[in-house]
């Protein structure tokens, strides 16, 4: 069996590394990465993030292509909030689980049972039910976005894990949770949790709020991936239990070079996520796919929830 040597794939990676560099510079391109991509994808990337966060980023570049290194969900964000820009999508096939839990047909049936509803959307769902919502929302922002709406009644789709941390922290309103949820999220258990606790009794558990209730009943912080990245730093602790996918271990560690950080189930990898690799990025920016397109009807209701988002953001 032949095996590449160590020193064939860093090579490899340095003549992959400078292809992409020349190519982005040719194209006028802005390589942006959410937190949970391969390592050597963020290291590349011109801006990494969650989903608010380059949401943002993507609203207010000035580069003309821009290659979202992440899921399908997220380049369609992408290619609404800027219909001038093209918007590519390196792995046609990285898609998102959770996404698919929702449809239009059935969020329809959900809306004609409750008239006096207001949908906020989770970011993770189709253009399509974006469309098909009342404003979206980040992990990050979900708290926000629901004490904003004047409605007493909310339609909260598709992830009812983020969807229950949320109505926990908005009494006052009625939360109809949709039941969707995230497969790598969902994994974590809090048996695993409380077994990593034992092993380093230091460190404190951060937690995304995808996560089981049981498993946030046992955090010290729960918060988007941002979230976590702003209170590792910020925090005096020198040991972190992470609960979430393990792409967030890199820039922690290259942020936090002093601080140890320990993932609590080796489950805690997103496919979708890792699809994207160097090669694949090189090819996208060489052959210009894989373009991102929503239908104008379509884009143009889903561009409002958005925006409505970040307005209600500010």
């Not at 820009?85 to 839990?101: Q, S």
């Not at 949908?119 to 993770?124: A, D, P, R």
């Not at 489950?267 to 990025?281: D, E, H, R, V, Y």
């Amino acid at each position: 069996m032949y095996r590449n040597k160590p020193e064939f794939d860093i090579k490899y990676k340095e003549h992959l590394g400078r292809k992409i560099f020349d190519l982005k510079k040719q194209r006028n391109a802005l390589i942006i990465a959410h937190n949970y991509q391969r390592d050597e994808v963020q290291e590349i990337a011109d801006i990494t993030g969650d989903s608010y966060a380059l949401a943002c980023e993507v609203k207010k570049a000035k580069e003309n292509i821009i290659v979202f290194c992440g899921v399908k969900f997220m380049a369609e964000s992408a290619h609404i909030l800027s219909p001038d820009k093209t918007i590519l999508l390196p792995v046609e096939e990285a898609g998102c689980p959770l996404a698919d839990m929702v449809t239009v047909e059935k969020l329809r049936e959900q809306k004609e049972k409750y008239p006096s509803a207001a949908v906020v959307c989770y970011v993770n769902s189709p253009a399509i039910v974006k469309a098909e919502s009342d404003i979206c929302c980040t992990s990050s922002n979900a708290v926000k976005i629901v004490k904003f709406l004047k409605e007493k009644q909310i339609i909260f789709i598709p992830d009812k894990n983020l969807g229950r941390y949320v109505a926990k922290r908005v009494p006052e309103k009625e939360i109809i949770l949709w039941d969707g949820y995230c497969t790598v999220h969902m994994r974590l258990t809090k048996e695993e949790v409380l077994r990593t606790k034992e092993l380093y009794p230091e460190a404190e558990f951060v937690a995304h709020p995808e996560c089981r209730e049981e498993v946030l009943s046992q955090a010290d912080y729960i918060g988007s991936t941002s979230g976590m990245l702003k209170y590792v730093l910020e925090s005096e602790k020198k040991q972190f239990i992470v609960g979430t996918e393990v792409g967030i271990i890199y820039r922690l560690q290259r942020e936090n070079p002093d601080k140890k950080f320990y993932v609590p189930t080796e489950q805690f990898i997103c496919a979708n996520m890792k699809l994207t690799t160097l090669g694949w990025l090189a090819r996208s920016l060489e052959k210009m796919v894989y373009k991102i397109e929503v239908p104008e009807d379509v884009a143009c209701r889903a561009r409002g929830t958005l925006e409505r988002m970040l307005e209600a953001s500010k």
